[in-house]
């Protein structure tokens, strides 16, 4: 079974109201700006989406709340099903495949963690088997699960027990084995990387397609980067790449994920605070953040005093075809 993530996905966030409640309606105003700035695949209820913060019914709420707004901006949905209760991750598969979402994802459980590559590969059989006829990754995120096995011998050894086996979501700096897991079988697996601070690199080593959260704010950055990438302005893409490096860190300073989410408001997606542990931005951080950003000219038509060269964005190149 194959899909293709050759492009730019948005690992997308989930809104919360102010004080804290699942806030499902912001999400057809997420579609919409995803679609407007040439992003046309959501990545839900991953890490960005804040999915071990949320309840059973929250989770399966935003499902729903998906599956209605998506296919009115045409987009695809790859729902991320991982919890440390593989009951709950086989019943979010299952969701996920009468959603008619167009793959599903997981995480290593991160509690009680697997004690050999087996052990995982058993677990996440089970729950690809929730949802047979929809491609199934991996999503190897050491640095948050503290599992880490090799990805080339999961690429050996999970088709036998994962027949819907698509592909590993690499949030993992390993370079060099992502660089073996792409070439891996003549290249048989799908491969969307997910550092996105770390772009450049991966398209060096041949990435066809990324995830990340900053794609929900600043796709028309990225779109430039792959385009001068691919047509051999390095020069260009260094400083592009740069430029998100910069961004990433600016927000990272103040707390990552809740000034992401202020940003995104500004931005005309109210998607509300991080829910705790996570910390947010206080007022004059983000008054300081605020300032800082101004000038940034890649947030799109929704940032006040943007300049007009974006427009309304059209889908951006997909990673695969700026390399044929």
Request: proline share 8%; charged share 15%; net charge negative.
């Amino acid at each position: 079974m194959k899909t293709q993530l050759h492009s730019l996905v948005a690992a997308t966030h989930t809104p919360f109201h102010p004080g804290g409640s699942l806030a499902p309606e912001v999400v057809a105003l997420q579609a919409a700006h995803l679609a407007n700035h040439g992003v046309g695949i959501a990545f839900i209820t991953g890490s960005t989406g804040e999915a071990p913060s949320l309840t059973r019914a929250e989770r399966l709420e935003m499902f729903q709340a998906w599956a209605e707004a998506a296919p009115v901006h045409r987009l695809r949905v790859v729902a991320h099903v991982g919890s440390n209760c593989l009951d709950d991750a086989k019943a979010f598969a299952a969701a996920a495949a009468d959603h008619g979402f167009d793959a599903v994802a997981t995480v290593a459980p991160s509690y009680f963690k697997p004690s050999s590559l087996e052990a995982l590969i058993g677990w996440c059989a089970e729950i690809a088997a929730a949802a047979p006829h929809l491609p199934f990754y991996y999503y190897d995120i050491p640095s948050l699960t503290g599992v880490s096995f090799d990805m080339t011998d999961f690429l050996t050894e999970a088709p036998a027990r994962i027949p819907n086996l698509a592909g590993i979501k690499s949030t993992n700096d390993d370079l060099a084995t992502y660089a073996r897991c792409l070439q891996f079988d003549g290249g048989r697996f799908d491969m969307p990387w997910g550092i996105d601070e770390r772009l450049i690199e991966a398209l060096a080593v041949g990435a066809r397609g990324a995830v990340g959260s900053t794609y929900n704010f600043a796709a028309p950055l990225y779109h430039e980067l792959i385009a001068a990438f691919h047509r051999g302005d390095l020069e260009s893409a260094r400083a592009l790449q740069r430029q998100a490096v910069e961004l990433v860190n600016s927000l990272a300073a103040i707390g990552y994920c809740g000034a992401a989410k202020a940003l995104m408001g500004w931005l005309g997606v109210p998607v509300g605070p991080a829910r705790r542990p996570l910390d947010n931005p206080t007022p004059a951080q983000l008054d300081a953040l605020r300032a800082q950003l101004e000038d940034f000219p890649w947030f799109g038509p929704s940032w006040p005093h943007a300049p007009a060269r974006h427009g309304k964005e059209t889908p951006g190149p997909t990673l695969a075809a700026c390399a044929s």
